[in-house]
């Protein structure tokens, strides 16, 4: 029995997320299919529409087999750490092989690329630095940096797209722990990343379907298109359990409160907190009325939107630099989210080699390991309204992997 | 010109204020009336129902002269915190005399309890501690403790309850300090401390006048009768102007936030929390939907109700041990919230005297000094909906002192 694995969010799962599903098995004719896939926070530093649990419940439904948990160390970090945890896990778990979606879709360019990089990595290390010093931002001063190193054009794959980058950490993870896990990569269609508008009469980007559902309440039929029926269902179970869909904004009174009661000295303290940018927070945190409104304060051209979010993420949740470091460095355990009969008979076959601990019960589980994972899943049932909190985060402790 | 001082929370501003106000005057026989004021926080460990300025501004409108703020790290205290903070500023403005309501009203019982008191000082204490050790909560130590003593009785005050507590200690600490400040009382009429219920067709406690205000609305036809009229109207305008009155429950999910995001040892370095009953706060924030129900689950015999709030209300500030042990030593500034013609011409009087800085503008002011203020002061406004926050945590700057 041979496993594949797919990194995700699904915020929410739709036909794109189905699509490259289907043609990642077909691709590398696997018997099961594994998600890594980010919890409650996601990699742009946001809260996930609706909880863990739901969304695995509609990646099950869709043809994933079994979904495990990205940690939030991981899950909420820049591309290179957000792909080395993903590709650990889905080593530890025995896939045979994983596949991502890229604007390239050609593997070999990918390959080509990052042999090219690993002979000039010093050269464009200092690049990159320089490029900073200048005042650009991380992703502006790369780009930059491989221009000026020539790895553009025919044969090479353009790292200036949002999963291309991705897909190159990925395969450079996979290279740095020298997985025997073979790597698959499958154009996107249609959608890009973030487009804010409905293109395709049948792929939408998530980012799309998440405006629809913000906008004038839920607008089932706007998205029903772009989404399998098992996922409409989903976000309809969980709106009529919980009232709303998580977005930044619920959280920002809470985030705007942290910030205001703070010391500096806190604030600093902070992973992702550096060059005295806490003041700024803090001073914005004084005058703006919205989480949106908070970011176009403290946005400069230095930081990107993202990484703010993510800085402000790591407020939100109080997660140190100390904490994060102290867990970012490799993934000690598999937090199983949920499976269905076939994903049951495969881990039945690989539970005895699984070289990490799996965490099915949270009781079972080592708390300082876990720790930053249950403090995420309890400060995101924050963003629901009462009396909802409570049972959210109950869940964390007392639900059992979805099985379908 | 003579002046004499009166320690107040005025939330809000009500017949029993302007009956002991008036009495005071007369018994002082003094020029000007100062009111050493709570902030926006209050001794019970909760929000004010208005702010500083409004309060501030029903007090001169009902004939005090000055009104000077209480800083947090007095005004949140135990009584003897809190007596000897206020006792220090009157002191400090140069008042000939203060005056304070007590269920007992005799001025030598007052005097010869606490010179007994002071001969058995050590005993006392030891009893208290024995007490506690038992389980006892901290009032009823006290109460058992002057028992033990024989402290009761005919010309003694009974140190149960709440205005001859906060009497004895006032007289404390003013022999403490050695002021020359003379003191007097006056016996509180009608309305206990915490009567919930109008008993009195014209003075009712605070408590039931903000239960009146709470339930079912703004009630101004039922509150009508027992405060003054201009106490009404600076009601009605902060309920124009920020839509809301504070109370506890408008905190509530910023404290549940930062009880769950805070760790352990955040929480167990803040002010007043103690013997491990971080867990227990930590615990019942997870389940509580509410603050009410939060105290319902914390609450245990050794913890008065008060004792817990306090506590709370240090982790909603983020006020730590160190913070508030370094401030709460004495007094370093007096805080000008307002003052009448009467009261400008006795400041012109006494400024070149006073023993400590007077602060009329914040951005003159040692920022070290009065940060906990500040802090206070922009927390409070975290209790207003959007867009009133930023508009309160301004006036914390902006707003010089109300003149009349």
Redesign the interface.
Known sequence: MKSMGVIVEYNPFHNGHLHHLEISKMKTNADAAIAVMSGNFLQRGEPALVSKWSRAKMALRSGVDIVIELPYAFATQKAETFAFGSICLLDAMHCQSYCFGSESGDIGAFTHTIEKLERSEDRMNSLIKENIKEGMSYPSSVSKAIASLGLTGEGHVDLTTPNNILGYHYMKAAREIGTAMKAFTIQRKNADYHDEDFSSATIASATSIRKALFSEGFQQDVIRQYVPESTIEELISYHKEFTIFHQWERYW??L???L????LD?LANIYEIEEGIEHRLKEAA?????FQEFMTKVKTKRYTWTRIQRMVLHV???TTKEQMISHCHKPSYIRLLGMNEKGRKYLGMVKKELSLPMISKLSSAKQEDIHLDI?AS??YA?GLP??Y??KL??MEYSQPPIQL
């Open positions: 009174p809470l705007q409160y942290r205001i009661s703070a010391s806190e004084q005058l703006a009325s919205s939100l949740t109080n403090r309890n400060v924050q009462e009396p909190k409570a985060m109950k």
